[in-house]
């Protein structure tokens, strides 16, 4: 179907906030278009043909052969960390990303063991997870390509098939990510994506995931539906993790009009940095990458003025947020909580800026001075 057009913010963001994000809604014509299908067909989930629709849609635009969708990208680390059975084994994760990453693998009763990031990407350190490698056996690690921005993922494949061990991307932000030309999901050994609302590709609730292994695609997808394989025999304990027609329905709309969003979220962001270039520090890539429009994540020199500026673009109507802030360790027990020298300098500095299709040119100079005016 056609893209939809674009409707600008008001530019009196005092009278409506300007939110750090907000979900794209396609138009409800556009979105009646497929649930008229669903309604017609009466079927509302379990493999249906929508589902089929926006699943070998997903893998053509994304180029992979085994994807699987299911409910949220929480339940797609889930299932993740299940196929590899990282029940009491030793994972090594990031401290900085959304909790998910961690709190999925604790349901898991994996032993969690976090190391420390890059300074530039804010990702997982391969040289620092190697230094672990040496001295503790570790079953598995769940790099994060966080805000988008791919983690040095050859390194991370050169230490999967040295130690033999799979390397689990919670890629929730990385789905259109690249690095060195290539797709992030042509690297390691599994991606979990989420589809949730505030996402750049988005099904309300939703997620996939996608493999390598033909094997442990054909696991998940009986995982996913109560563990019932093929002749309706309960193979072994699943969950119910599927996607229904009305969310696949809303993930058709959105691929439609996905090249529109990423070229107007694009343009908020080039010049977001040309106008806070040498005022912020921005994440950047230590190798040739592509990141996505996900998010506008800033860095300051402290939390003084990180506190100041916040305070200043909400006076304006701007609302901001701190990602992912406090660390989400509490839950983690206290051997796991050690110094971490680069994400404990780091993570208490990080505000994202306001970012979405519709959001106008003045808006982005109007934060920009701002911030400008605060550092
Ligand atoms: C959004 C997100 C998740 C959780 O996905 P849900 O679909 O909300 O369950 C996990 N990890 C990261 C890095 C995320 O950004």
Redesign the pocket.
């Known amino acids: 179907m056609q893209q939809s057009k674009v409707v600008q913010l008001p530019l009196s963001p005092l009278k409506s906030k300007v939110l750090v994000t907000q979900p794209y809604v396609p138009s409800l014509d556009k979105y009646m278009h497929y649930v008229e299908k669903a309604f017609d067909a009466k079927w509302l989930t379990n493999d249906g043909p929508l589902l089929k629709e926006l699943t070998d849609r997903l893998k053509d635009y994304l180029g992979v052969k085994y994807l699987l969708l299911v409910s949220?990208?929480?339940?797609?680390?889930q299932l993740a960390y299940k196929i590899k059975n990282l029940t009491n084994k030793t994972v090594i994760s990031t401290p900085f990303?959304?909790?998910?990453?961690t709190t999925?693998l604790e349901w898991q009763n994996a032993n969690i063991q976090l190391s420390d990031i890059n300074k530039n990407s804010w990702n997982l350190d391969p040289k620092v997870v190697e230094k672990h490698l040496t001295t503790t056996k570790v079953d598995a690690i769940v790099p994060?390509n966080?805000f988008g921005m791919p983690c040095d993922m050859e390194a991370f494949d050169k230490i999967g098939s040295k130690h033999n061990i799979p390397i689990i991307y919670?890629?929730?932000?990385s789905m259109l990510s690249k690095f060195k030309g290539k797709s992030v999901l042509q690297y390691g050994d599994i991606h979990?994506?989420?589809?949730?609302a505030?996402?750049l590709f988005h099904t309300v609730?939703?997620?996939a995931i996608t493999f390598n292994s033909k094997d442990d695609y054909e696991r998940a997808k009986r995982l996913i539906n109560f563990g019932i394989g093929e002749n309706g025999v309960v193979e072994e304990a699943g969950i119910n993790a599927k996607m229904s027609e009305l969310h696949a329905a809303m993930g058709l709309c959105i691929l439609d009009d996905l090249p529109m969003l990423i070229e107007n979220r694009e343009k908020s962001l080039t010049r977001y940095h040309s106008q806070l270039a040498g005022a912020v520090t921005l994440q950047c890539s230590n190798y040739d990458s592509y990141t996505p429009p996900m998010y506008m994540p800033i860095k300051f020199e402290t939390e003084d003025a990180l506190l100041n500026t916040r305070e200043q673009l909400g006076h304006k109507g701007y609302l901001s947020r701190r990602y992912f802030y406090p660390k989400n360790h509490k839950f983690l027990n206290e051997s796991v909580r050690s110094v971490l020298p680069v994400s404990d300098v780091i993570s208490n500095k990080i505000l994202c800026l306001p970012l979405m299709h519709n959001l106008s040119k003045n808006h982005v100079t109007n934060i920009s001075t701002i911030i400008k005016q605060n550092v």
Do not use: R, W, Y
């Open positions: 949220n990208g929480t339940a797609a680390l990303t959304f909790p998910a990453t999925a994060v966080i919670d890629s929730a932000q979990c994506m989420s589809f949730h505030t996402k609730e939703g997620g």
